[in-house]
């Protein structure tokens, strides 16, 4: 069956310095959505990909969809105490199945 | 209004009661979703619902038990839990996806906290 890993699973860094995790998928996906869970809170909507190599980007957040849709990045430059939270990809499964990847938790220090 | 709304936010159950948790969405989405979440842990597909009929049983206890009762309504039946069913249970809506595999943008609601003792 399909499998979706993220990496890294955790981490921590200072504010002002770059992150970027990463989504890899053992078949080709049809397309692929990124969300992300502020501690405590629930998942939030942040983009979708669906091009093979297709590149987006949100402020300081740049996502990419691989040119063998087998994987997918988020990348932060310099970020913030507010971008604290767990970032998740997701695929679809089938129809109207959304299947969410392990998550990377991002910890911010002043 | 772009709100999914879950009541209660938190619960406390024993494993003998019977409880229901509800969301409410005002999007016009024709789908709406269960999703359990443990703690460091992704959210885990339970059931979809399309037209307010029940098109995903991702394998669940039947001791968890849905319904739509209309197209803003949606409800999840507790009865006989067990500690192990303790978490975090978020609702979701959506549009419906006009292709297959594809999907739509999901809008989640702040969840029910659950404890079974």
């Known amino acids: 069956g399909q499998q979706v890993m993220q990496i890294p699973q955790y981490q921590h860094v200072q504010e002002g310095e770059d992150f970027t995790t990463y989504c890899n998928s053992s078949?080709?996906?049809?397309?692929i959505q990124w969300y992300k869970q502020r501690p405590g809170g629930h998942p939030v909507f942040l983009i979708q990909?669906?091009?093979?190599?297709e590149v987006k980007k949100q402020k300081r957040l740049t996502f990419q969809f691989g040119e063998a849709k087998k994987n997918s990045s988020l990348h932060i430059t310099a970020t913030q105490t507010t971008d604290v939270g767990t970032y998740f990809c997701?695929?679809?499964?089938?129809?109207?199945?959304?299947?969410f990847g392990t998550g990377t938790r991002l910890l911010v220090s002043p | 209004d772009t709100e999914v709304t879950q009541t209660p936010k938190h619960l406390v159950m024993g494993m003998t009661n019977k409880k229901s948790l509800k969301c409410e969405q005002h999007?016009?989405?024709?789908?709406m979703y269960w999703y359990k979440q443990k703690a460091k842990k992704p959210p885990e597909l339970m059931f979809v619902?399309?037209?307010?009929?029940?098109?995903i049983n991702e394998s669940v206890p039947s001791r968890f038990s849905p319904e739509c009762p209309n197209s803003s309504l949606l409800n999840l039946h507790l009865h006989a839990l067990q500690p192990e069913d303790s978490a975090l249970y978020l609702c979701?809506?959506?549009?419906?996806?006009?292709?297959?595999?594809?999907?739509?943008?999901?809008?989640f609601g702040s969840g029910t906290q659950l404890s079974v003792l």
């Open positions: 990909l669906v091009k093979s190599g």
């Open positions: 078949t080709t996906l049809s397309n």
């Open positions: 997701a695929y679809s499964g089938s129809f109207q199945k959304l299947v």
């Open positions: 619902y399309s037209y307010e009929k029940l098109s």
């Open positions: 999007m016009g989405h024709r789908a």
């Open positions: 979701a809506s959506s549009q419906l996806a006009l292709r297959t595999a594809t999907n739509e943008k999901l809008f």
